[in-house]
C-alpha cells in the first residue's frame, strides 16, 4: 500500500497568515493527491484534486502543487472558517489511502 | 442539490452484524462509482470499499476483506454495507461518498452515521 505522510501534524497559525501543509507519498503517484478538509463534528469536504485543481466553490485562497511524491497545500491568507483539520488522499492506486491528518488551529 | 445521507449504524456486540445503507438524491445515481470511507473516533480516513455504477467492479481494503459485503440498488438510489464478524477495530463513523473522476476523488460526503463494536 502508498503510505501518505502528511507535516506538519499540527500547527498553530493566525487569522491571514499563509499556511503551508506538505504531503508526502511512499511511491510515485504522478499527480493523483486530492485534498480535504473536516472540520469537527462534521464530514470532510473535497478542497483540491489533481493535485492543484480547484473544487468548484472553494475559495481561490487555497491553492495545490506538486507532482510525484511531494505535494503541497497552500492557503496564502488563512480565514477563521479555515481552522479545521486536512486530509490528502492518494488516488493513483487502490487501496487508496490518506494521510493521517493535518490540524490547523488558532494561534 | 446532490445528497447522501446514511442510516443503519449502532451498537453491536464483536462477532454480530449491521448493515449500513445511503440514500442517494440530486444525481443519476447509476453513473456514478461509490464508496464508504471509515473514520475512528480520533482517528484519520480509511477507505472501506468501492463499487462502480453497474456493480461490476467491487474492491475493499484488506481489513474488511471477505467480512464486508458492498452492494447499491440503482434502481431505489441506494448503496449498502454488508458488516459481519464485526470487531472492535471496526468501531468509526462510516461515510458513504460519491467517486468522481477517473483518479477517484470523493466528493459529496455524507454526514455519517457511527458503527459502535463493544461488548
Known amino acids: 500500500d502508498i503510505q501518505m505522510t502528511q507535516s506538519p501534524s499540527s500547527l498553530s497559525a493566525s487569522v491571514g497568515d499563509r499556511v503551508t501543509i506538505t504531503c508526502r507519498a511512499s511511491?510515485?503517484?504522478?499527480?493523483?493527491l486530492n485534498w480535504y478538509q473536516q472540520k469537527p463534528g462534521k464530514a470532510p469536504e473535497l478542497l483540491m484534486y489533481?493535485?492543484?485543481s480547484l473544487q468548484s466553490g472553494v475559495p481561490p485562497r487555497f491553492s495545490g502543487s506538486g507532482s510525484g511524491t511531494d505535494f503541497t497545500l497552500t492557503i496564502s491568507s488563512l480565514q477563521p472558517e479555515d481552522f479545521a483539520t486536512y486530509y490528502c488522499?492518494?488516488?493513483?492506486?487502490?487501496?487508496?489511502?490518506f494521510g493521517q491528518g493535518t490540524k490547523v488551529e488558532l494561534k | 442539490e446532490v445528497q447522501l445521507v446514511e442510516s443503519g449504524g449502532g451498537l453491536v456486540q464483536p462477532g454480530g452484524s449491521l448493515r449500513l445503507s445511503c440514500a442517494a438524491s440530486g444525481f443519476s445515481f447509476s453513473d456514478y462509482s461509490m464508496s464508504w470511507v471509515r473514520q475512528a473516533p480520533g482517528k484519520g480516513l480509511e477507505w472501506v470499499s468501492y463499487i462502480n455504477g453497474s456493480s461490476s467492479v467491487i474492491y475493499y481494503a484488506d481489513s474488511v476483506r471477505g467480512r464486508f459485503t458492498i452492494s447499491r440498488d440503482n434502481a431505489k438510489n441506494s448503496l449498502y454495507l454488508q458488516m459481519n464478524s464485526l470487531r472492535v477495530e471496526d468501531t468509526a463513523v462510516y461515510y458513504c461518498?460519491?467517486?468522481?473522476?477517473?483518479?477517484?476523488?470523493?466528493?459529496?460526503w455524507g454526514q455519517g452515521t457511527q458503527a459502535t463494536v463493544s461488548s
Open positions: 489533481a493535485a492543484s
Open positions: 488522499q492518494q488516488s493513483y492506486i487502490i487501496p487508496w489511502t
Open positions: 461518498v460519491r467517486g468522481l473522476g477517473v483518479a477517484i476523488r470523493f466528493d459529496p
Open positions: 511511491q510515485r503517484i504522478t499527480a493523483s
